[in-house]
């Protein structure tokens, strides 16, 4: 696609349920980010694929977020058993390669209640 | 880990005003970058400056790249409502893998 794609852009789920973010990079990057970000906050880094590998997961809070990617292309990040400090905007970019200027999605707003 | 210092953390200003913001660091950068984010919607890169002392402009938007390279600075000239947003700046150490970003100058335009 011409830009990076998120989906779904909203989700709303009750505590203690497992959610799943989807992110379709721009064709031909290899590399590929998560960043959360609260209400009003900067940019949480999560974790950083380059190709199918995670050099990085330095920035994923919990043992109960963790992600994926397939392909060299699509991202899913999951998180188990949602709590409400989960509740943020979870946005996904991607670069040419590792270590370039990002392009972003619109993000995932999650709201956990 | 690195860390970059951003401010004004917000700014209100008048419509036709000049804006002017900056990031800090003690790491060097070999890359820095300005982003604008709009309500639900992700960051959108603005500038890219790539070598120290580089003053690059897009549109009213002018930013420079330190000649330390441990700073940046944007400034935005006669202010529009569309202007209203977050603005981040974004460093890139050489041979890093991630930017590390500021926390972000959010502008208001009182009209």
């Known amino acids: 696609g011409a830009g990076v794609s998120q989906s779904p852009s909203n989700k709303v789920t009750e505590k203690g349920k497992d959610v799943e973010l989807r992110c379709d990079p721009i064709s031909g990057h290899t590399a590929l980010y998560w960043y959360r970000q609260s209400l009003g906050q900067g940019l949480e880094f999560l974790i950083y694929f380059q190709g199918n590998s995670a050099p990085d997961k330095s920035g994923l809070p919990s043992d109960r977020f963790s992600a994926e990617r397939t392909g060299g292309s699509v991202s899913t990040l999951t998180i188990q058993r949602t709590q409400q400090e989960d509740s943020a905007v979870y946005l996904c970019?991607?670069?040419?390669?590792?270590?370039?200027?990002?392009?972003f999605g619109s993000g995932t707003q999650l709201s956990v209640l | 880990g690195q860390q970059l210092n951003q401010s004004p953390q917000s700014m209100f200003i008048q419509e036709g005003e000049d804006v002017s913001m900056n990031c800090t660091s003690s790491s060097i950068f070999n890359t820095w970058l300005w982003y604008k984010q709009d309500p639900g919607e992700g960051p959108v890169l603005l500038i890219a400056?790539?070598?120290?002392?580089e003053l690059t402009s897009n549109g009213r938007l002018t930013a420079q790249f330190g000649i330390t390279r441990k700073d940046s600075f944007l400034n935005i000239s006669a202010s529009i409502p569309s202007d209203v947003g977050i603005y981040f700046c974004?460093?890139?150490?050489?041979?890093?893998?991630?930017?590390?970003f500021g926390q972000g100058t959010r502008l208001t335009i009182n009209p």
């Open positions: 974004a460093g890139l150490i050489q041979g890093a893998q991630k930017l590390v």
């Open positions: 400056l790539y070598k120290a002392g």
């Open positions: 970019a991607s670069s040419l390669r590792g270590g370039e200027k990002l392009f």
